[in-house]
């Protein structure tokens, strides 16, 4: 159940981000993956597909539930920290949160299935054999689709700096 643990918080990492409200959120979806896999678990047959495409696929709509929910609810703000907060001040938060915007602004221009590799190439830090596991398709294909995400993305970034 480690090994799921580790996957889920990756993925869910991956997919929310790392800075403010999204932290606690991929907890969340992490812990929620892991008991989804262990509800799911005596449905599960093997068809071939490895058991880590199993679990990103659970991951994947459990991390649109999360998405959905913290769209929805309000960040609590009125309760004080009980220690000293050693997290990165507001300006150092700010900038993360503006670079972090930027990043998936950019993403969100991409494919679904470019943005969707590149999570799990970049982000997850899978292999392209894993890859191409868990999306059910070629190392070659995933490499290929790899390097075409990447070059828009470049395109993008060089239509912003001539951009006026």
Sequence with gaps: MAAVHQLAVRYARGKLGPFSAAADA??????EVCVAVLTA??????RGAPFEAFVYRIAANKVADVQRGVIRRPTPTDELPETVDETPGPEECAVA?????QVWALLDRLSPQHREILT?????G???DETADAL???PGAIRVAQHRALAR???FLGDAESAP
Excluded: I, M, N
């Design 26 to 31: 991929a907890a969340d979806a992490a812990q």
């Design 41 to 46: 678990l005596p449905r599960y047959t093997d």
């Design 97 to 101: 949160d503006e670079q972090s915007a």
């Design 120 to 124: 799990l190439r970049v982000a997850v």
């Design 126 to 128: 899978l292999s392209a």
């Design 136 to 138: 059910g398709t070629t």
């Design 153 to 155: 993305l470049r395109g």
